[in-house]
């Protein structure tokens, strides 16, 4: 090239020739003279690729995670589980899990039998979302197996109370689910009263304030919540039974309003407006066990509904008004806020006590994964009051500006991909 000549503004530097960016993507820009239809399919086509590419990529993770569990140190064995939990909050998986039931099982007992606390913590986290993910038919060995070892560990006293809470928690989620023995469930029932008796007034009628009776607070508010919860699996009769000739009755309910752990004081009454609703619902007379108990109720519900003792805490206090005026307000006028949520396409309503404590538990439960496991599961779709199945896809129509962004946006991605793999491939050409 001559001297003092410059390259021409659009001209490659290797090859002197024109440079063009639709050469570098490798992609043919014909299509902009397709149909709109035409168009649209390819979008779809790579939307499915996508998602079939994110899903084998979440597999394969997940079966690394499985071998994972088998590592030798405590500390990787509680991160697989962790791991674990977080990937089947994203996508329904039973497919996979599938042909990994029994090793999945003995896993998450071994870890809460003979792990660590953080091992065994973490084990109690995954046991509800992975027994909804392993399919229906292996259900039952699996709760054979890990229920005896949520039961034994949510009672150990080496274990830590975040551990034997998450076990209190976990453990009413799965027999609300998935238990269909009423006499494993009166078992469950015995065994949480003697977890939140810890919080019973004492003998004179004085209130426990003890170092441990306020560090125990947290587990006893679970076992409380999981009571509840699995009270109303009983129908009417047999919950009324239950209150009338087993502890706890309505009068040791109310016991529990005086505790001295915010959290009690809350599932206590929960439990109260649970306990009452079963009963009434269930054509059954409410037996309060004694003469004045429901005035009792109703003074220390109004207390507790108004109270501005400064020594708690001002977020305390504000949670616990905004709590008691709701349970208040029922047992007063018959009225329970009505609680309306999005799952996916769907909306879960909550117009009872008993599916409010139900849809409270689950989220809490299963975290993000309830939009993707509440279109796949019959079992958690029955708690949720949703249809049998869920609803069929809405038909094509005309797509609106934002729609029309995001496929623009895809559209731009699958170029970006292309031109990225063409690129390299045509610098290793022109570099021979």
Known sequence: MPKGKKKGKFEHRRTEQAYSSDEDAGIDMTIDNCSETSA??????NHDEAENEIQEKLEEKVLEIIDALSARANAARAAALVAL???????HLAALLSGQRVTLADHVTRALRRGRDAERR?????APILALQIGEEGTEEYMNEVRPALVATATD?????????ECCSSLAILCYLLEEDMTEILEILRMYETIFSGSYLKGDGSV??????VEEGGWHAAALDGWALLLAAADGRRAAALLRDAPPSFARLADLLEACSLEVRMA????LAIAHECVSEGGEEVQWGGAGVHDVILARLQELARDSHKYRAKRDRKLQRATFRDILKYFEEGEVPALRVRVGAEAVECGSWVSRAAYGALAAALGAGLQPLAAHCPALRAALALPDAPPLAAPATKLNKLQRHLQNTAACKA??????????KRSAALAL
Do not use: I
């Open 157 to 165: 006293k080496s274990a830590s109370l975040d551990t034997r809470t």
């Open 208 to 213: 426990k304030v003890s170092g441990a009776a």
């Open 415 to 424: 170029r970006t991909v292309a031109r990225n793999k063409n690129r390299d």
């Open 122 to 126: 973490a084990a109690a986290a995954v």
């Open 40 to 45: 649209q399919s390819d979008l779809k086509s």
């Open 85 to 91: 939990r977080s990937a089947l909050q994203r996508r």
């Open 268 to 271: 206590a009454g929960g439990a």
